[in-house]
């Protein structure tokens, strides 16, 4: 067990603590609230609650004689007072394992239960010490380090001269990041703190490197920092960068807005895809810039999304899809063949234009700004794995966005939109444009298909699975191209794809 002291020099500190919590505890947390009437602990779970549940006005009975309130919440939370609880049985009676088991368990006076309550907990235990209160945080090593990185996070807005600001979660993405959004007191626009720790390093895969390494995916906030620097030189919205902490990983960004390019009812707006399309039409157009300075001696070098990084990609559906489609691992002969055709497609993509790729450049990273003209209405907030390598990636990453359908119809606006922006900038290879894009089609979907599993069965994320059958959908229509063949016969020899005789 790790712990910290900190002193509440008023109640307006406790509430700041409760805050501060609420963005680091997550369902299976037990937090045990100790400390003599009135020493803080049912205004800590007060505005715990309340920031949980982004309103201030949130109702938040005392639960000293219903002994438990539970919160349909972000997260579910049961908020326990267990001073009147007579035997620590009781608690069984309460549901508490059940609440655990869905979400977080707040305990004031947890020493009615001590027996009954799980060893690995957190304890915030609250003493008067003057006019304020001192609290000492208590837990076990892994929550201890999610609370002390929301206290990091504290400390940096107060750094950046917002030590009163409000913080509200805003969302996590299918990686290590997350995002809050943060109201200042100086009457500003709310502004977006980026959260993105340093990678850990994986298990080694091959050349003694792991899989962040081999597929060039950002390990600090360097590049995202670099990339929008970029961006906005070339005139493009990417987030202003108001405060930033390299070593943390802690960036104050520019809110972009809410707004985004699907409608209220999850489709795509066309216009909106449209003008995605010509801004990268537009971004292709220049000339790719490789070494960007952010800081003295701070220089990020824009990798080649080179053989290996495609390849360790494209690895991910024989070594996560295929074995959970068929419930057994690909054998050694499919995996060589497999890996043997992107070789030889690969060499094929030395002939390819390339220039900066955004990499993941699709609806949930795209937002709309409708107060602002041309392409500037166009936001782009997710960038940090940039690379340059073929153009055409891009391009398939909108036109077949993983997360919503885009139909025949619309795909060959946002084609010709792309191709007539191109042309009319300057000499385009359209034919070569082509190939390239069903091949980039190709292995983003070979990865995707891969990752959706992975974050099923690894990260415990199993809604991401919703588009693999979109994804399968995009893979079947990227194999069309002549040059995708190989790739096809043996997706349907290993079972992915039907043959088109079974259609």
Known sequence: MKSIERL???EAATIELGEDLALALKAGDCVGLSGDLGAGKSTFARAFLRAMADDEA????????????????RIPVA??????????SELDELGFDEALSEGICLVEWPEKAEEALPAERITLSFTHEGEGRRVRITGPDAAFERIARSLAIRAF????????ARRRHLSGDASVRA?????TTDGEPAKILMDAAKHKPGPILQDGKYYQQLAHIAEDVIPFVAISKLLRKCGFSAPAIFARNLDQGLLLLE??????ILDAEGRPVAERYIEGVRLLARLHAEPAERDIAIAEGVIHHVPDFDRTAIKIETSLLVDWYLPWRRGAPASDEERQEYLAIWDRLIDVLVSAEKNLLLRDFHSPNILWRPDRVGLERIGIIDFQDAMIGPTAYDVASLVQDARVTIDRKLADRLMGAYVAERKAHGAFDEVAFLRDWHLMAAQRNCKLAGIWVRLMQRDGKPGYMKHMPRTLAYLQHALTHEVLTPLRDWCI????LASESAN
Do not use: M, N, W
């Open 79 to 88: 908020h326990f007072d267990l001073y009147r609880l007579a035997d620590a």
């Open 58 to 73: 949130l109702e938040v009975p005392s639960p000293t004689f219903t002994l438990v309130q539970s919160y349909e919440l």
């Open 255 to 260: 809110d972009l807005g809410a707004e985004g």
């Open 157 to 164: 807005l107060s750094d950046a001269g917002h030590p009163d």
């Open 8 to 10: 509440l020099k008023d």
């Open 179 to 183: 995002y809050e959004r943060i109201h």
């Open 493 to 496: 020899k290993a079972g992915i």
